[in-house]
């Protein structure tokens, strides 16, 4: 055993790009889905960041980010306990938080095309996804599917920062459904794609990601770099939620 991961976990993180995690939390349920809906309720403008997208029920919030230096709980959840002890352990270092974002697919949400994260990754190279389950993920409300095993290479990608098509049919595609509270770790370079929200009950899932150690603190130049970037216009048609143009949702 080391630290909170058995060899078998370890194994199995390295064979397939990515780990779930059933006990690691590190607070309760109900807290968690406490301050996610307190942190949906705040202002639109403020040094967080707020996104929208427009569904059939109307403008609905899609994506809060650099939510941590404001929330108490977040900022410990997210860099003290048992979510970024694990991360260090898969990222062989401690890890530090590079960036976080809840994504909120309510109902009537959209989905995200099948992509790696790495690209929208800047200035760092050992980098790890994480995905804490607020809400259950199932596959009627837009869960996570992976392609196992191919975590080793950036792939071809389109001119959305997205997969190509011709990957995306060659690659096998499994389901992740998640019981609220648990956590999946996922290699940035592990391809991954959700489906939109068609069912009655909201999928929020809290999204924290970890560099390693030996590369520094760069959430705040992460952030300056976002904000540069989004103060251009976007792309028509489009709601700009990453670096890359993986959501599928449409503009507020």
Not at 41 to 46: D, F, H, P, V, Y
Not at 86 to 106: C, D, H, R, T
Request: net charge negative.
């Amino acid at each position: 055993m080391t630290g909170l991961l058995d060899d078998v976990q370890l194994d199995h993180y390295r064979c397939h790009g990515w780990l779930l995690v059933k006990n690691h939390l590190g607070t309760s349920l109900e807290l968690l889905q406490h301050e996610v809906d307190q942190i949906s309720r705040w202002q639109e403008s403020g040094e967080w960041m707020h996104h929208y997208e427009m569904t059939d029920f109307g403008r609905k919030l899609a994506r809060t980010e650099n939510f941590t230096p404001y929330s108490p709980l977040m900022n410990d959840l997210l860099t003290s306990g048992p979510i970024s002890e694990v991360a260090g352990e898969l990222l062989g270092e401690p890890a530090l938080l590079y960036k976080e974002k809840i994504n909120y697919k309510l109902v009537g949400g959209a989905g995200f095309a099948p992509h790696q994260d790495k690209p929208a990754y800047p200035m760092v190279e050992s980098v790890l996804s994480v995905m804490v389950a607020v809400d259950d993920a199932t596959l009627e409300n837009g869960c996570l599917y992976v392609s196992s095993g191919h975590h080793e290479r950036l792939l071809e990608q389109d001119e959305r920062g997205c997969l190509s098509a011709r990957v995306v049919d060659e690659l096998d595609w499994s389901p992740l459904p998640l019981r609220a509270g648990e956590t999946l770790y996922f290699h940035a370079l592990t391809p991954h794609r959700s489906g939109p929200n068609l069912s009655r009950v909201n999928r929020r899932a809290l999204y924290p990601t970890y560099n390693g150690v030996s590369e520094g603190d760069l959430r705040a130049a992460y952030y300056r770099t976002k904000r540069a970037a989004f103060a251009h216009e976007s792309e028509p048609g489009r709601v700009r939620l990453s670096l890359i143009g993986d959501f599928e949702g449409r503009p507020a």
